[in-house]
């Protein structure tokens, strides 16, 4: 661990945004635009059963009478829906996949981004779901799972393979007409995970998705399914990049996590899509909508999410305590540099009884961007002795930037505890100089100032998670100090 | 970049403006009218949507068919024969406004020690247009709150004070607000106070309803208090369950001026407080108190705006809510530090206690910050009280409903200890403590005779 | 080592140090003394680069080289360490991450590879034994909820790590208890090299028990009016400050 954090502070020096390159990748694409047709078309080439045409059928329609949503701290170019394509596939051969069979070039592609998915070399003890616009590209340590009964596919797979899983469960946590994104994503996700942990099973290894949007024009559109049963344990990452582009790109994704009685899923994210270029041209809108449910007593759902990247972060991923007993924490660090702006933040809703949910978020904006911190804790009149602490920080480093913060306290039981704390402050000149006076330079300070200052919710990241969450959060802030 | 503008707010509901004359006053007043009428046009009535008032529905209260009182009515009593303040004790100067319009004592302001003007607006409108045109609507029109814009569309008349340079009032003003009418009457005060430089003085505001009426008071208070002045608010809601009160204070502050507002709402059927802070030259204070009571169907709303626009300013909010039975509590506390608001410090607290399950509370403390060096930070809980401490008071012999309200009067205290006039003070205490023990059912005890 | 020429520097536009002449060659101690208010610590500010301390004449020469225009880290690098007088308080960031990133840059700046990390672990063992200073503080963010004889510590183990070649003491002695007092001395005395130099800033003489000075001088009001031997510190502890600056006043009424 140390090593890694010795090679990480050496490593800073490459300011670029590292992962903004483009393979050359054979492509299979539906031409530009929104409609039944190329729903139809989605469904079709992904040889769907009825039920999926159906439901994305009916979230298409229901998506065409909604109104994008404009009561995020935001400022939202319009998007021309009609000027995306909705389907980019890396070509691929016929029959199942085996690793020969995988583009050599697509290979390289993850190679490149560190994520070997040749299993000889692979990350110890992290199976992976590699998704590359629209489609799953190769999920790793599939055989392995297997055999604890444990299902990690693509969610595409699933679809054909596990039909009595997924009609039972998707949408059943996001509905296809939640919100704007979620109805667009319902009618056009192309692909996604999915993973099942059985009763009793404790996943052996952190489960990965790795989402790369590499496409020019493309919009990713990926749903992830969760399903933790009873006495299960999952540990579920997700990482994510993108070439750097002059124009915007969209990613508007669902998730949903369901734990069951006793179960435990803890879902960490490390958001990296291009941010735009220091001007603030280019860089991904990433408008995401996640969603757990701790539906059995007992249960417990933890999201960790290290945001730095995306033009635009609209996102909030949240729980619903329904299982008495149950837990849901929520910890979160953000970073806005240069024109980025990110609106995220939680829900919490209690609804069993002696719940408890916890959130901690570090939001920390440099440059001119904009970080705003927006969350919900609803405690309805039946959830007895529900207890909820919130901790939002705000750090600003430069005076041109802004740092928001948006809590709702919605309190409709008196055995409730709900406590919120916020602060908002500048980074301490005094430390920076006292690092400096070491022989730290002052990059190097706001680095490990805002390690600091985010220790606690990296601290929730499994270890190469967290040693990759460093490092970022260090990049990002480059060329935050004049 | 094509930005997408918010969407407009609905259609003002252009019913409501059926209840008031076609034509706009006359003068400074008919200007100041139409303009906000204008506005009225484009805000509208609030709706839900509108962040500021997400957790209070006033669309519902406005369509009840209120009479607008547009013009003062004749009176054949004396104000001391339906009204006295409970609190003898109090040495204050006493003004009334009733239904809307100042109850006028004489024809024209009246002269207190120190060159102090005070009496109605009307009044001051005609007397000294040079006083009141620098500064009437000056700070309301930079609001974007319809029921604002509604009652500067259309108020003619309220409180007028004005505190000359360097003038220290040596007793507060008490302006008494009351409604009396035998009819479902809406009231629109609207009132102005201005404090020159160096100046000092102290406001008492007492609400009362004289009927037992459903009645609604949409009031607009502009509040300029100029370089190096001081001002204590402190403001009595008493009212009773048939009674909306909805009221708007704009308080503008100049360099190195401090403010300090405490309200106190002990009782009302609904009740809307909002408080608009502009820290307006570097060196300004603001401090903002609030302490209600509530309980069977009782809404209560305070939402506050605290816009740090200059260097170098303080502000610090306290508000604290005790709920029991069905009441329903709303706390929004927005703190704005403008680019450029260096050095900025806000603080605020926003602290509340369920009695009861039915009882609901939803608070929104907000931080939009545009300027790095910066102290603020906001907390807010919603919860009982601590259990620990009410057990180490039981373990010490004290009975347990002896030992909540200890530690209820402790939770108000912390508001009611920073009211600075004495006998006020003390009664205050005392109708808080009454209110608590559920020894105080409602507004009774400072009329005479409501029915005459 | 460190050459001070007739230095003058302002705090928000005003003089505070008003003509310090000062040379440190390697191997000396120099105690700085004066009562509050004096300009020590302004001193010592200017020495390590604090931005808020502006140099309006003079020179500060450092081997040789003036080290004005140089940023405060480059100074840390160059061997200049500043034992705080108020060490901050640095919540989440962990003491061995804080040295290690402080060790391993000193290392770069010398051409050297980082150190790897069971060197490094066997070195704070090695200095948290010379320093006396308790494991339990550094496996704790930095200087976070310490106490002041922790924080003072804590800094000479920092010292200790760092092996600087000129060492400034800021009021170290404040807040101490004279057994800390002896611990924190006992562990400058054992870092001292014949080629290193310290300058000790203090109010009071009871450090200087302790670390024996060689030169002795008296800063007031932003200038040296004495220097001496380490005599003159115990004529200080016995006479105080005041027969000195009584006999400063009268030679400026004279000179006038």
């Known amino acids: 661990m140390e090593k890694d954090q010795d090679k990480i502070l050496r490593e800073v020096t490459d300011s670029e945004y590292k992962y903004g390159f483009v393979s050359d990748i054979e492509m299979d694409m539906l031409p530009k635009g929104l409609n039944e047709d190329v729903i139809r078309e989605i469904s079709k080439r992904k040889e769907e059963p009825e039920y999926m045409l159906e439901f994305r059928l009916k979230a298409f329609r229901k998506w065409q009478e909604m109104e994008m949503p404009h009561w995020a701290h935001l400022q939202i170019p319009e998007i021309d829906f009609q000027d995306i394509i909705y389907y980019a596939s890396p070509k691929k051969k016929e029959g199942p996949k085996s690793l020969d069979e995988v583009d050599p070039e697509l290979l390289k592609t993850f190679e490149k981004l560190g994520i070997p998915l040749e299993e000889q070399e692979r990350l110890a003890g992290v199976a992976v779901d590699a998704i590359v616009d629209s489609v799953s590209v190769k999920t790793t340590f599939q055989d392995t799972l297997a055999e604890l009964g444990i299902i990690f596919c693509s969610i595409s797979e699933a679809i054909h393979n596990h039909p009595d899983l997924v009609k039972k469960y998707l949408g059943s946590v996001v509905p296809y007409n939640d919100n704007y994104y979620a109805a667009l994503n319902a009618a056009v996700f192309s692909d996604g995970s999915f993973c099942y942990i059985p009763k009793g099973v404790r996943s052996p290894m952190e489960l990965s998705s790795y989402f790369r949007i590499n496409a020019a024009n493309t919009g990713q559109f990926e749903r992830t399914l969760i399903i933790a049963e009873e006495d299960s344990y999952v540990s579920y990452l997700e990482g994510c990049t993108a070439p750097m582009r002059d124009e915007n790109q969209l990613h508007a994704a669902v998730v949903e996590i369901i734990a069951l009685e006793n179960a435990e899923v803890k879902y960490s994210t490390v958001q990296n899509w291009y941010p735009g270029d220091k001007d603030g041209k280019g860089g991904i809108f990433n408008f995401v909508t996640k969603r757990g449910i701790c539906k059995g007593d007992h249960s417990k759902i933890s999201w960790t999410q290290v945001e730095t990247g995306s033009a635009i972060t609209w996102k909030y991923p949240s729980t619903i305590l329904k299982g008495d007993h149950s837990t849901a924490e929520f910890y979160s660090v953000a970073v806005t540099n240069n024109f980025q702006q990110a609106d995220t933040g939680t829900k919490m809703i209690h609804l069993g009884k002696h719940t408890k949910s916890t959130i901690v978020s570090k939001g920390i904006s440099a440059g001119q961007s904009n970080n705003s911190y927006r969350g919900l804790v609803k405690v309805q009149k039946g959830a007895l002795n529900a207890r909820n602490f919130s901790q939002c920080d705000s750090l600003l480093i430069g005076d041109q930037c802004g740092a928001h913060t948006f809590p709702y306290l919605e309190v409709g039981n008196k055995t409730a505890v709900v406590e919120h704390e916020a602060t908002t402050s500048k980074i301490g000149e005094d430390q920076i100089f006292y690092l400096n006076q070491r022989g730290i330079s002052t990059e190097d300070a706001i680095g490990m100032i805002v390690n600091g200052y985010a220790r606690e919710v990296l601290n929730q990241l499994p270890m190469e998670f967290a040693v990759e969450a460093q490092k970022l959060l260090q990049i990002s802030l480059e060329g935050s100090v004049g | 970049m094509i930005v997408v503008e918010k969407k407009p707010p609905k259609d003002p509901d252009t019913a409501i403006l059926e209840r008031f004359p076609k034509q706009a006053g006359e003068g400074l007043m008919g200007k100041v009218q139409a303009r906000a009428l204008e506005q009225f046009m484009r805000y509208g009535i609030p709706g839900k949507k509108n962040e500021r008032y997400k957790y209070t529905d006033v669309a519902e209260i406005l369509a009840e068919g209120y009479q607008a009182v547009t013009a003062p009515e004749h009176h054949d009593f004396r104000i001391e024969e339906i009204f006295r303040c409970d609190i003898p004790t109090l040495n204050t100067w006493v003004f009334t406004v009733l239904n809307g319009f100042y109850f006028e004592k004489e024809d024209h302001l009246q002269e207190l020690p120190g060159g102090v003007l005070a009496g109605g607006l009307r009044q001051a409108v005609r007397e000294r247009p040079d006083l009141v045109e620098p500064y009437l609507d000056r700070y309301a029109s930079e609001s974007s709150d319809g029921l604002a814009a509604l009652n500067r569309s259309f108020a003619a008349d309220g409180f007028f004070l004005y505190v000359p340079d360097n003038a220290v009032m040596e007793k507060p003003v008490q302006v008494i607000n009351l409604i009396r009418s035998d009819r479902e009457v809406m009231v629109q005060p609207r009132s102005l106070v201005i404090l020159g430089k160096n100046a000092q003085g102290g406001l008492l505001i007492c609400d009362h309803a004289l009927t037992e009426k459903r009645v609604l008071s949409n009031a607009v208070k502009e509040f300029y208090v100029g370089e190096n002045s001081s001002l204590e608010i402190t403001r009595l809601q008493n009212e009773h369950n048939s009674m909306s009160d909805i009221s708007h204070y704009f308080v503008h502050q100049g360099r190195n001026s401090r403010v300090t507002s405490t309200m106190i709402s002990l009782h009302g059927g609904m009740i809307r407080n909002n408080l608009d802070v502009k820290l307006n030259g570097e060196g300004a204070e603001n401090h903002a108190l609030g302490l209600f009571l509530s309980d069977r169907e009782q809404h209560m709303d305070h939402s506050l705006f605290i816009d740090h626009a200059a260097p170098h300013c303080t502000s610090t909010q306290t508000y604290k809510g005790v709920l029991d039975d069905e009441a329903e509590g709303a706390f929004e506390g927005k703190i704005l530090v403008r680019p450029g608001a260096q050095k900025t410090e806000a603080y605020q607290v926003n602290k509340n206690i369920l009695l009861k399950d039915t009882a609901r509370m939803n608070t929104k403390p907000q931080l939009e910050i545009y300027a790095d060096d910066v102290k603020c930070t906001h907390g807010a809980t919603v919860g009982q009280l601590d259990t620990e401490s009410l057990f180490y008071l039981r373990s010490r012999g004290i009975p347990e409903y002896e030992a909540r309200m200890l530690l209820m009067y402790a939770f108000a205290h912390e508001v009611i200890r920073e009211i600075k006039i004495d006998p006020l003070r003390d009664r205050i205490r005392e109708l808080v403590d009454r209110r608590l023990r559920g020894e105080l059912p409602r507004c009774h005890t400072c009329f005479v005779d409501y029915q005459k | ?256």
């Open chain 3, 1 to 256: 080592m460190l050459k001070i020429k007739n230095l003058h520097a302002n705090i928000e536009g005003k003089e505070i140090l008003k003509g310090i002449d000062l040379e440190v060659r390697p191997g000396e101690v120099h105690a700085i003394m004066g009562p509050n208010g004096s300009g020590k610590s302004t001193l010592a500010s200017a020495i390590v680069g604090r931005d808020y301390v502006e140099i309006t004449e003079g020179d500060i020469l450092y081997m040789g080289e003036s080290i004005l225009e140089m940023p405060p880290e480059e100074r840390a690098l160059k061997g200049i360490f500043l034992s705080f007088q108020y060490p901050v308080e640095i919540p989440g960031v962990s003491m061995v991450n804080f040295l290690r990133a402080a060790i391993n840059e000193q290392r770069k700046y010398r051409g050297l590879d980082p150190m790897s990390p069971s060197d490094f672990l066997k070195l704070m063992r090695e200095k948290k034994k010379l320093v006396g200073i308790d494991s339990a503080l550094t496996n704790r963010s930095v200087n976070e909820g310490f106490s002041g004889g922790e924080k003072k510590k804590n800094e000479i183990f920092q010292m200790a790590m760092l092996e600087p070649k000129l060492s400034i003491l800021d009021e170290t002695d404040s807040g101490l208890d004279i057994d800390a007092l002896r611990v924190v001395a006992q562990g400058v005395n054992a870092l001292k090299r014949p080629d290193s130099s310290t300058i000790v800033i203090t109010h009071y003489q009871r450090l200087l028990n302790y670390i024996v000075p060689d030169f002795v001088h008296v800063l007031y009001k932003g200038r040296i009016i004495r220097s001496g031997g380490k005599e003159l510190a115990l004529e200080l502890e016995e006479k105080g400050y005041d027969w000195l600056k009584e006999e400063y006043e009268n030679s400026l009424n004279g000179a006038l």
